[in-house]
């Protein structure tokens, strides 16, 4: 155990002070995201709207987070990733204070379209400053941490959400929400302010290519939205089901996405670290992901039993360990060909046009077709994500595409 602990505490050394201001920073922030997990239930369950409306505002989330990505890679360009980071957070904060009060169906699109467009300006942004912060060695590492904040905010989330839920109703989620990003926005000042902040890879491309015009990674981003559609469903379709299908209350639902953030806190690191010295390419390494995430929807059809969730979020959470890493890595990498805040936005973007078409498509697919041939349309759909990533690999490997 002694010798496990040790070596489990190597794969943290070497990452610079910059990058765990960054992921607390982090963690705060998305331990406040507890609002998302249960925001499909709070549309029916509080303001009761129809399955089909629940989708319609899925979707304004995602339209939301398409604009903001490409916002906030053409203003981390202009006046850098710092006062990007500073002003989506503290901005967001105070909106999601504001959309508690909000209560039809129109208000609640354009609400949650505006949180979206102004939080997620705050991604791109993150992805270069960590780029900057970390040493060229350790961006894969610096990349897991950053997302072991992300899953240890989201594990914490959920299960303080589901108690919040129980306790004070649906509105405290938003409040405790609005202030976390405000608090992670005073620290951010305090510890990351560009006097303060020691930048480790400065890189500048003199003659930067578009990102538009790489044909490789639009190939990728492809590959990327439609695992962010498969994905997705256990951030809105998924939560309906444990509740419809196997009467599970908010409480137990966020147990299980709970132990979604715990499992990567405790393993992915590790994990990453041994997957790195392995003969796999990143890309052979999403393709195992895709797979995975697809079969953990797939199985649910097999049995009515309720352990079966607990297997489905198991083989989602390795899927997701192995895709989000090394897909992030793959992004940066790519992105010193031209300028970083506009391939960072394009990469956020990918995942944004999955929440325009993921959660609505599979909202109102299980309310027209039912859950089963939900499940199996989106196993498809993550087949041809890994199929799609397979080729991609294979061509960079004999140079067709660059």
Not at 220 to 246: C, E, N, P, R
Not at 344 to 355: D, G, Q, R, T, V
Request: charged share 10%.
């Amino acid at each position: 155990m002694k010798t496990l602990f040790k070596s489990y505490i190597n794969t943290f050394r070497g990452l610079s002070a910059e990058i765990w201001w960054l992921a607390l920073i982090t963690l705060i922030n998305r331990a406040g995201t507890m609002v998302i997990p249960f925001l499909s239930l709070y549309l029916k369950e509080d303001l009761h709207f129809t399955v089909s409306h629940v989708g319609w505002v899925m979707s304004a989330f995602g339209l939301g987070s398409v604009a903001g990505s490409w916002i906030g890679g053409k203003l981390t360009d202009k006046i850098g990733y710092y006062k990007v980071m500073v002003r989506s957070l503290l901005a967001t904060g105070v909106l999601f204070i504001a959309l508690q009060f909000l209560n039809t169906f129109a208000s609640i699109c354009i609400g949650i379209f505006v949180v979206m467009l102004v939080a997620d300006a705050f991604r791109p942004a993150m992805f270069v400053a960590l780029n900057a912060y970390s040493k060229p060695e350790n961006k894969i590492r610096s990349l897991t941490l950053i997302r072991l904040a992300i899953n240890l905010g989201f594990s914490a989330g959920p299960a303080i959400g589901g108690l919040i839920i129980t306790g004070l109703g649906y509105a405290g989620l938003f409040w405790v929400d609005g202030i976390t990003c405000i608090i992670a926005t005073f620290l951010m000042i305090k510890v990351l302010h560009p006097k303060k902040a020691k930048v480790l890879d400065v890189f500048e491309n003199k003659n930067p290519v578009s990102a538009y015009s790489d044909f490789a990674f639009m190939v990728f981003l492809v590959a990327m939205a439609l695992f962010g559609i498969v994905f997705l469903q256990y951030f809105s379709t998924i939560t309906i089901y444990y509740k419809d299908v196997h009467t599970l209350s908010e409480l137990q639902i966020g147990l299980i996405l709970g132990l979604n953030g715990f499992l990567i806190f405790i393993f992915e690191m590790p994990l990453i670290k041994w997957l790195e010295n392995t003969a796999f390419s990143k890309l052979i390494l999403m393709f195992f992901g895709a797979i995975l995430t697809g079969l953990s929807l797939l199985i649910l059809n097999f049995t009515n039993w309720s352990g079966v969730l607990v297997i489905g979020m198991l083989l989602m959470t390795v899927g997701e360990m192995i895709a989000f890493p090394f897909s992030n890595a793959f992004a940066v990498e790519r992105a010193k060909k031209g300028n970083q805040g506009e391939y960072m936005a394009l990469y956020s973007m990918s995942f944004s046009i999955a929440h325009i078409f993921g959660h609505n498509a599979g909202l109102q697919m299980t309310a027209a077709l039912g859950f089963d041939t939900t499940w199996y349309i989106i196993s498809i759909i993550a087949l041809i994500c890994a199929t799609i990533l397979f080729v991609l690999n294979r061509n960079l490997n004999s140079k067709r595409l660059l």
